[in-house]
Nanobody, 130 residues
Framework: QVQVAESGGGSVRAGESLTLSCEAS????????MGWFRQFPGKEREGVAV?????????YSESVKGRFTFAQGNPENTALLLQMNSLKPEDTALYFC??????????????????????WGQGTQVTVSS
């Protein structure tokens, strides 16, 4: 049974940074697609950043490219960090960690299809004030 838990959300001012953490139990870091989707009030969920942990291929949305970056979360390779720099008010959203177990070496993970990820965390709120 895969369980996904996020932490690290909060309230910051524009230009500041936050680090989100995602820990997935019941899986192996080295063989998954993991990443983050976010949801604005009244809108569909959108992909932010995903990584194939079996090879390290990453994908970032255009809106966060150059500001957000992944880091490995722990020596056991079961956690993933998202470093979010230069935050903007338009980054304010509920952020979800997502996991898919069948990542293949050399392939990217889907950034545009939430249905591709069967395992989701409960979400962590990020609020950026101007």
């Amino acid at each position: 049974q895969v369980q996904v838990a996020e932490s690290g959300g909060g309230s910051v001012r524009a230009g500041e940074s936050l680090t989100l953490s995602c820990e997935a139990s019941g899986t192996t870091y080295g063989s998954t697609c993991m990443g983050w989707f976010r949801q604005f009030p009244g809108k569909e969920r959108e992909g932010v950043a995903v990584v194939n942990t079996n090879g390290g291929i990453t994908s970032y949305s255009e809106s966060v490219k150059g500001r957000f970056t992944f880091a490995q979360g722990n020596p056991e390779n079961t956690a993933l960090l998202l470093q979010m720099n230069s935050l903007k008010p338009e980054d304010t959203a509920l952020y979800f960690c997502v996991v898919r177990l069948d990542a293949l070496y050399g392939f990217g993970c889907s950034l545009h299809n939430p249905a591709a990820y069967p395992y989701w965390g409960q979400g962590t709120q990020v609020t950026v004030s101007s």
